[in-house]
């Protein structure tokens, strides 16, 4: 439900759905390119699901999170407030995701202070979508819009129900003041997966004080983003990065942990499965991130059921229906090995609307230089 005074009365030219790092890239570049009043709705305005994930190294550097939020030219005026958190920083080094998240909620505030007629932000969930004769009819008739931009976000794919351990939250293993309280020494806690998520959940659950023992299972090797002369990335998407990268360098790949007796790692493509996860009491399953629920949509009172995306523009449905962020992303091509990958991160979702949407004459941008 949403509430929009005059909701009736008022038809915008935008919907936004979502307030996420993608849901601001959007609003704000629909701002700058002209194109209002934008409905922007959001259950919470906190950041999307960065509000989870405050404690976690960042994989990318302090100087790619400052260009996002320096880029949007009608949030300008307050720069220094929103980029206050990264002051004092290396911009060459990562930080913990709470500082990208305080920054994305001050640009958050500050569309909501400074721009509240061109843009209407609404608390709440849009349910369903309804085209008819070209107008967007929101939640029944709560609202109508020329246009819809999707930005609805993911959540972690939850562990396969056939282990008889308990499953524990992706989001709760990625954040150790949570962890500390969910795991005992006594225990044992398998990891699905080899991601940078696994990776930052083995880190936490071994480095932790009187932690229990872990049993990591994967599929596929560790594999390591390379920074290549030119400024392009090999496995920048899949591959690890950070501290996450430089922890499993120096501990899973020297065998530090299993020296131990603390860490085993089983290749699941060779060893028994089944035996490894018969030990462990919990589980924690990092093998990747499934779209959230769409909205129900309709087009002239023909049901879409699940929507496909144009992974170079962003267009599910030309100049009525777009999707961006980590549900619709971008699509790149590996500089090194030639494979796709979904280009997914704060900057990059800034940088893919500011190329798409002037592209497909959604708004204008003024181009810098
Ligand atoms: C462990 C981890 C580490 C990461 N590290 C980095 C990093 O170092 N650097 C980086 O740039 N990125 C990083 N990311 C990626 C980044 O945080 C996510 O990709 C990003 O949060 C996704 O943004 P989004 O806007 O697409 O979706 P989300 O952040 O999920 O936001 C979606 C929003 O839409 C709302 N919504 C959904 N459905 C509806 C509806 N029907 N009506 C209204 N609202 C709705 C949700 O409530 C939510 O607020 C990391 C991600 C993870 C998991």
């Known amino acids: 439900m949403i509430h929009i005074e005059r909701a009736s009365s008022r038809v915008f030219k935008n919907l936004v759905i979502g307030a996420g790092p993608a849901g601001v890239a959007i609003a704000s570049t629909l701002l700058d390119g002209g194109s209002t009043p934008t409905l922007w709705v959001d259950p919470h305005f906190q ?43 290396d911009s060459d080094k990562g930080c913990s995701l709470g500082a990208a998240q305080q920054m994305v909620t001050k640009i958050t505030e500050t569309i909501r202070r400074e721009y509240s007629d061109e843009v209407v932000m609404q608390r709440g969930r849009v349910d369903s979508l309804a085209l008819t004769n070209g107008v967007w009819h929101i939640n029944g008739d709560q609202a109508r819009a020329d246009r819809v931009f999707l930005a609805l976000g993911s959540h972690p794919k939850e562990a396969s129900p056939q282990h008889c351990a308990e499953a524990m939250a992706l989001d709760d293993a990625l954040m150790p003041s949570k962890l500390s309280g969910l795991v005992s020494p006594d225990e044992t806690v398998g990891v699905i997966g080899s991601s940078h998520s696994a990776v930052l959940v083995l880190m936490n659950l071994l480095e932790m004080q009187n932690g229990p023992k872990v049993v990591n299972l994967y599929r596929s090797p560790l594999k390591y983003a390379k920074f290549l002369p030119d400024g392009r990335i090999v496995l920048d998407n899949t591959g690890l990065k950070g501290q996450a990268a430089e922890w499993a360098r120096e501990h899973l790949e020297t065998g530090h942990f299993e020296s131990q007796g603390r860490l085993k790692r089983v290749d699941v493509t060779k060893e028994d499965a089944e035996s490894a996860l018969a030990k462990c009491s919990k589980i924690v399953s990092a093998t990747g991130f499934d779209r959230n629920p769409l909205p129900e949509i309709s087009v002239d009172g023909e049901r879409l059921g699940d929507v496909s995306h144009d992974p170079s523009s962003g267009a599910i449905i030309s100049g009525k229906l777009y999707g961006y962020g980590i549900a619709f992303p971008e699509e790149i091509t590996d500089p090194e090995y030639g494979h796709k990958e979904s280009n997914v991160g704060l900057w990059k979702f800034m940088r893919y609307v500011r190329d798409v949407l002037p592209a497909q004459n959604l708004c204008t941008l003024q181009r810098a230089g």
């Open 47 to 89: 950041s999307g699901r960065l509000a989870h994930y405050t404690e976690v190294p960042s994989n990318t550097k302090v100087g790619l999170f400052l260009k996002y939020a320096t880029t949007p030219a009608s949030i300008s005026g307050s720069s220094d407030q929103i980029t206050q958190v990264f002051k004092g920083m």
